[in-house]
């Protein structure tokens, strides 16, 4: 009996194999069906071995401390918009290399890619309050344009929680805008 069930489960891997390859479903369908298939464990098809796994506790650990630091830059330090934002940027593109490795390694980037936003973000605000001293249009055009590159993002590399994320933070910003 799970012999014959190991066999079907190999047939489907090999057939979802066959449609990302060829380009008859998306690449994320496929690997959402992979790692369905696959219980999310590495599995053995033919000559071929597939891992998809999500983030470890590792990710989790390297993005809550990146953003505990990027916070304390931000908050707690009296260095200047320059050093700060040089400090920023560099975890972003830390977190963004990072969240590019794991795409090749097939492992998700999700949190690391969100971390990335999120200092992004923050350092953007900071930045805008610094140089706009603190005028509420600035801050609105700034949090619009975070959103839009988070849609832009989204729609581009196919990361549908970039995609919502943007759209759930222009209807809030305008929301508090009219009100």
Do not use: H
């Not at 400090?87 to 290399?97: E, Q, S, Y």
């Not at 949090?143 to 988070?150: E, S």
């Amino acid at each position: 009996m799970t012999r014959t069930k190991d066999l079907k489960t190999e047939t489907i891997i090999r057939e979802i194999q066959f449609w990302k390859q060829t380009k008859l479903l998306p690449e994320q369908y496929c690997d959402y069906l992979l790692a369905f298939y696959t219980g999310g464990e590495e599995i053995n098809v033919g000559n071929q071995t597939l891992i998809r796994r999500s983030f470890t506790y590792i990710d989790v650990l390297i993005s809550v401390c990146i953003l505990a630091i990027s916070l304390f830059v931000i908050y707690f330090t009296e260095l200047s918009i320059v050093l700060q934002t040089t400090i920023l940027a560099g975890f972003v593109g830390l977190l963004l290399g990072m969240g590019i490795y794991y795409t090749k390694k097939q492992i998700s980037p999700m949190l690391l890619y969100a971390s990335a936003a999120s200092i992004l973000l923050l350092s953007s605000i900071d930045v805008a309050e610094v140089v706009f001293k603190g005028s509420p249009l600035e801050l609105y055009i700034t949090l619009f344009l975070n959103c839009f590159l988070w849609i832009v993002a989204g729609v581009k590399w196919k990361l549908n929680y970039f995609s919502v994320a943007g759209i759930i933070g222009v209807v809030f910003v305008s929301i508090y805008i009219l009100l």
